[in-house]
């Protein structure tokens, strides 16, 4: 059970509240609320006791500082407690529990003065303890490491591995999803049985989604490295083989893929999944698959499956290179499957690298579950110091929200307009859940990667302890769990000092890391064993060299004590600025709906003001049109008409001469299963011109709305422009942006009913809209 780490009361004069022995103690005296703040997120249910509790009372969980109140269509999380003797209970679903970082009790009406004692969070945690470990010089990416096996952690259910969230249906394993969760508890847990309970339980429930199936081939692989079981691996062939040869079957054919990830460049989930980029994607996930299982193949000693998918690959990617520039089309998702396939040469890897993972913006995807394929493919390319880059962009900036889990969907722009711990975006993911397993693959890269501890051989027979620390990280340290003990490893490359201790039946291949200095000598246990040249010694049986490592290899069980001494300094890391292809020009607060001589003086578009979805239309030559898209029903978002014949000015005029009467409309979305709550505008142009076009929203009937922007490349559907947040906009609000191409505008909900857009609005680059506006940041 869990005390509130602190509260904070709506209404100060109407509680008492009182600190003893035995915890809180409140005395409510009049209405009002009572907020509780846990400290982190968790999977537990809300109760509290009262021997005298009188009126009418509600409580709250949510994982945000703001419950979901009855405004939001979004599942509701505010009820009447159930009694229990002097017990009150908020029950949400049949088995109590949901993701609560702060809790509410809700004081509506009451007769006399009454007492709640002992507020607590009554969680539900599965008992797997911290095998591995991991800590370095930036004390970030620890924490990260961390936050990422606690995500894990207070999602293990039952048998498997699902989520907290049970809004959409998520309380389950999804074969897919599943995948980065057992990466990351292979190597903070080692808990073996229960991933092998969850390879049972996903390995014939892809949900119909293509690329799930693969990504459970490459979660039994990983299965098999970790812990050598050929039986289990052996049972499952018929399994993955199917699997594959599906795969092979339906390569190049565009097949209907359901679903490849939740950012934009991949069909935004559920709405475009079957897009080029998402295409190419898959076939280069297939190529992986073939080649990881034909490796683990091997070394079952099935060589006639080896033979069989190593095959498959080979054919595959020869047949791409008939033409020259076959990957010249990828972008960010599909070049790294396409990396991560390690069959590219390195002209192939330095194109895809320039073309798609320099950019700080848009080489952060927007799932952190995909983003663990691109930091796999960012280390392949031998690019730690922007793969970390990434990683304190992506999942470092989840902490500085507030974050004790990791999220579903995030970007690091969201920081610059949310508040700690307020509500964030809901897109087309539905209600956004801030604890979601699926994205905790980053601690496994930490580990493999930074640490550098990775198994060669099935049941880590022969391992891999090769720490890539770039630019900015100085020290490292950390434990790997192996069925055979620990692998532990520490490196400090400022001091030299390093430590490895191999259990025991294991062999490995130790990483001496160069950061770009000169290696004078390296010894083990005091004697000398590299000074320019292998001596000959009774630890190591080879050493090699590259261009960044000097390899011990040969290395057997046992306690190693390493001094490295440096000659020179590690270049210092130059961090890349942040830059936007979009600008947002001005947020406006004071103009409402007399747009007229100052929006619009090229072309506009009035929502919905004819009623029945038809727009007053007047576009510029050089637009060619302007659509929408919602998913499902008609493809369209829906429309309202709040008011007609009006003369408040909230209202758009309309034209330009900002006349009466005025009709107050909207177009909006938020379908009651939660897959259409956003929808999107696109701004087609014929060619290349500077323009502006301004947004319009209005919270008309004063619902507390607030709107998330984000704005896209039409042709890339690159994020070209931090995401804005547009509140208080009961007066009405416009937002303006400055581009030259096509855009695409995603309207999304973070507050109230739905989100509402009015109007937009396009005018010439250089006429100057800076009125006196009230900004937000």
Same mark, same amino acid.
């Given at each position: 059970?869990?005390?509130?780490?602190?509260?904070?009361?709506?209404?100060?004069?109407?509680?008492?509240?009182?600190?003893?022995?035995?915890?809180?103690?409140?005395?409510? @005296?009049?209405?009002?609320?009572?907020?509780?703040?846990?400290?982190?997120?968790?999977?537990?249910?809300?109760?509290?006791?009262?021997?005298?509790?009188?009126?009418?009372?509600?409580?709250?969980?949510?994982?945000?500082?703001?419950?979901?109140?009855?405004?939001?269509?979004?599942?509701?999380?505010?009820?009447?407690?159930?009694?229990?003797?002097?017990?009150?209970?908020?029950?949400?679903?049949?088995?109590?529990?949901?993701?609560?970082?702060?809790?509410?009790?809700?004081?509506?009406?009451?007769?006399?003065?009454?007492?709640?004692?002992?507020?607590?969070?009554?969680?539900?945690?599965?008992?797997?303890?911290?095998?591995?470990?991991?800590?370095?010089?930036?004390?970030?990416?620890?924490?990260?490491?961390?936050?990422?096996?606690?995500?894990?952690?207070?999602?293990?259910?039952?048998?498997?591995?699902?989520?907290?969230?049970?809004?959409?249906?998520?309380?389950?394993?999804?074969?897919?999803?599943?995948?980065?969760?057992?990466?990351?508890?292979?190597?903070?847990?080692?808990?073996?049985?229960?991933?092998?309970?969850?390879?049972?339980?996903?390995?014939?429930?892809?949900?119909?989604?293509?690329?799930?199936?693969?990504?459970?081939?490459?979660?039994?692989?990983?299965?098999?490295?970790?812990?050598?079981?050929?039986?289990?691996?052996?049972?499952?062939?018929?399994?993955?083989?199917?699997?594959?040869?599906?795969?092979?079957?339906?390569?190049?054919?565009?097949?209907?893929?359901?679903?490849?990830?939740?950012?934009?460049?991949?069909?935004?989930?559920?709405?475009?999944?079957?897009?080029?980029?998402?295409?190419?994607?898959?076939?280069?996930?297939?190529?992986?698959?073939?080649?990881?299982?034909?490796?683990?193949?091997?070394?079952?000693?099935?060589?006639?499956?080896?033979?069989?998918?190593?095959?498959?690959?080979?054919?595959?990617?020869?047949?791409?290179?008939?033409?020259?520039?076959?990957?010249?089309?990828?972008?960010?998702?599909?070049?790294?499957?396409?990396?991560?396939?390690?069959?590219?040469?390195?002209?192939?890897?330095?194109?895809?690298?320039?073309?798609?993972?320099?950019?700080?913006?848009?080489?952060?995807?927007?799932?952190?579950?995909?983003?663990?394929?691109?930091?796999?493919?960012?280390?392949?390319?031998?690019?730690?110091?922007?793969?970390?880059?990434?990683?304190?962009?992506?999942?470092?900036?989840?902490?500085?929200?507030?974050?004790?889990?990791?999220?579903?969907?995030?970007?690091?722009?969201?920081?610059?307009?949310?508040?700690?711990?307020?509500?964030?975006?809901?897109?087309?993911?539905?209600?956004?859940?801030?604890?979601?397993?699926?994205?905790?693959?980053?601690?496994?890269?930490?580990?493999?990667?930074?640490?550098?501890?990775?198994?060669?051989?099935?049941?880590?027979?022969?391992?891999?302890?090769?720490?890539?620390?770039?630019?900015?990280?100085?020290?490292?340290?950390?434990?790997?769990?192996?069925?055979?003990?620990?692998?532990?490893?520490?490196?400090?490359?400022?001091?030299?000092?390093?430590?490895?201790?191999?259990?025991?039946?294991?062999?490995?291949?130790?990483?001496?890391?160069?950061?770009?200095?000169?290696?004078?000598?390296?010894?083990?246990?005091?004697?000398?064993?590299?000074? @320019?040249?292998?001596?000959?010694?009774?630890?190591?049986?080879?050493?090699?060299?590259?261009?960044?490592?000097?390899?011990?290899?040969?290395?057997?069980?046992?306690?190693?004590?390493?001094?490295?001494?440096?000659?020179?300094?590690?270049? @210092?890391?130059?961090?890349?600025?942040?830059?936007?292809?979009?600008?947002?020009?001005?947020?406006?607060?004071?103009?409402?709906?007399?747009?007229?001589?100052?929006?619009?003086?090229?072309?506009?578009?009035?929502?919905?003001?004819?009623?029945?979805?038809?727009?007053?239309?007047?576009?510029?030559?050089?637009?060619?049109?302007?659509?929408?898209?919602?998913?499902?029903?008609?493809?369209?978002?829906?429309?309202?008409?709040?008011?007609?014949?009006?003369?408040?000015?909230?209202?758009?005029?309309?034209?330009? @001469?900002?006349?009466?009467?005025?009709?107050?409309?909207?177009?909006?979305?938020?379908?009651?299963?939660?897959?259409?709550?956003?929808?999107?505008?696109?701004?087609?142009?014929?060619?290349?011109?500077?323009?502006?076009?301004?947004?319009?929203?209005?919270?008309?009937?004063?619902?507390?709305?607030?709107?998330?922007?984000?704005?896209?490349?039409?042709?890339?559907?690159?994020?070209?422009?931090?995401?804005?947040?547009?509140?208080?906009?009961?007066?009405?609000?416009?937002?303006?942006?400055?581009?030259?191409?096509?855009?695409?505008?995603?309207?999304?909900?973070?507050?109230?009913?739905?989100?509402?857009?009015?109007?937009?609005?396009?005018?010439?680059?250089?006429?100057?809209?800076?009125?006196?506006?009230?900004?937000?940041?």
């Amino acid at each position: 059970m869990l005390k509130p780490k602190c509260w904070s009361f709506s209404t100060r004069s109407n509680f008492v509240a009182e600190v003893e022995n035995d915890g809180l103690h409140i005395g409510v @005296k009049g209405t009002g609320d009572i907020r509780f703040d846990f400290g982190q997120n968790n999977a537990g249910w809300l109760e509290f006791d009262s021997p005298d509790l009188n009126g009418a009372v509600e409580m709250s969980v949510s994982e945000f500082n703001e419950p979901l109140m009855a405004l939001s269509t979004f599942p509701k999380k505010t009820m009447v407690p159930k009694k229990h003797g002097n017990t009150y209970r908020l029950e949400l679903n049949p088995e109590l529990y949901e993701g609560v970082q702060y809790g509410w009790i809700h004081i509506r009406s009451l007769n006399k003065t009454w007492h709640i004692n002992n507020v607590r969070l009554v969680c539900q945690v599965r008992p797997v303890n911290y095998k591995g470990s991991f800590s370095c010089s930036d004390t970030l990416l620890t924490r990260i490491w961390y936050t990422g096996a606690y995500t894990v952690k207070l999602n293990l259910l039952k048998d498997y591995f699902g989520a907290i969230l049970i809004d959409r249906s998520d309380r389950y394993s999804w074969t897919g999803d599943a995948h980065p969760s057992q990466a990351a508890s292979l190597v903070a847990f080692g808990n073996y049985e229960m991933v092998k309970q969850n390879l049972a339980h996903t390995s014939d429930q892809s949900n119909g989604i293509r690329s799930y199936e693969l990504y459970w081939v490459l979660s039994l692989i990983d299965y098999y490295y970790h812990t050598g079981d050929a039986k289990t691996v052996t049972s499952y062939i018929a399994n993955a083989c199917k699997k594959m040869d599906d795969a092979f079957k339906v390569y190049n054919t565009n097949p209907s893929l359901v679903f490849y990830g939740w950012d934009e460049r991949l069909g935004a989930g559920f709405e475009h999944p079957d897009n080029k980029e998402s295409q190419n994607a898959y076939k280069m996930l297939s190529i992986r698959a073939w080649v990881e299982f034909a490796k683990a193949m091997k070394a079952l000693g099935r060589m006639d499956l080896y033979n069989k998918y190593n095959t498959y690959a080979s054919e595959k990617i020869t047949a791409l290179r008939n033409d020259s520039r076959w990957y010249e089309d990828f972008g960010l998702h599909a070049g790294a499957d396409a990396v991560n396939t390690r069959l590219l040469s390195l002209i192939e890897r330095k194109f895809i690298y320039l073309k798609s993972f320099t950019d700080p913006v848009n080489r952060v995807s927007y799932s952190p579950f995909n983003q663990y394929f691109i930091i796999q493919a960012f280390a392949l390319m031998d690019k730690y110091d922007q793969a970390i880059g990434s990683i304190k962009d992506l999942w470092g900036g989840q902490i500085a929200y507030g974050g004790s889990t990791f999220f579903e969907v995030y970007r690091p722009s969201w920081n610059a307009v949310i508040g700690r711990n307020s509500p964030v975006p809901n897109n087309q993911c539905g209600f956004t859940s801030l604890c979601h397993p699926w994205g905790a693959g980053v601690t496994k890269w930490l580990s493999e990667e930074v640490l550098g501890i990775r198994p060669t051989a099935p049941g880590f027979e022969r391992v891999d302890i090769v720490p890539h620390l770039g630019r900015s990280i100085t020290n490292v340290a950390g434990t790997m769990p192996t069925p055979k003990g620990e692998v532990r490893a520490s490196f400090n490359v400022l001091n030299g000092q390093c430590s490895i201790t191999i259990p025991q039946k294991t062999i490995a291949r130790i990483g001496i890391p160069k950061v770009e200095k000169n290696i004078v000598s390296v010894t083990v246990n005091n004697k000398v064993i590299w000074g @320019k040249k292998h001596v000959p010694n009774e630890y190591v049986a080879s050493v090699s060299q590259d261009d960044s490592f000097i390899y011990l290899n040969g290395v057997n069980s046992g306690h190693y004590k390493i001094f490295i001494h440096y000659k020179g300094n590690t270049p @210092k890391l130059v961090d890349v600025p942040v830059n936007y292809a979009a600008k947002c020009v001005q947020v406006d607060k004071l103009t409402g709906g007399n747009w007229g001589g100052k929006y619009g003086k090229d072309g506009y578009v009035l929502c919905n003001y004819l009623g029945d979805g038809k727009d007053i239309q007047q576009l510029p030559a050089y637009v060619s049109s302007l659509t929408y898209y919602k998913k499902n029903g008609n493809t369209l978002p829906s429309n309202n008409i709040w008011l007609t014949n009006t003369t408040d000015d909230r209202a758009l005029a309309p034209d330009s @001469k900002n006349g009466f009467p005025r009709s107050a409309t909207c177009i909006y979305a938020m379908d009651t299963d939660q897959t259409g709550i956003t929808y999107t505008v696109t701004v087609n142009l014929k060619q290349e011109k500077d323009y502006k076009i301004s947004l319009y929203f209005v919270d008309w009937d004063d619902k507390a709305r607030e709107t998330a922007v984000e704005m896209f490349d039409e042709a890339s559907l690159k994020l070209i422009a931090p995401v804005k947040v547009i509140k208080d906009m009961r007066r009405g609000t416009y937002i303006t942006y400055a581009y030259n191409r096509s855009a695409r505008f995603r309207i999304n909900i973070v507050r109230g009913p739905n989100a509402t857009l009015s109007g937009l609005f396009i005018d010439p680059a250089n006429q100057s809209t800076m009125l006196p506006t009230k900004k937000e940041s």
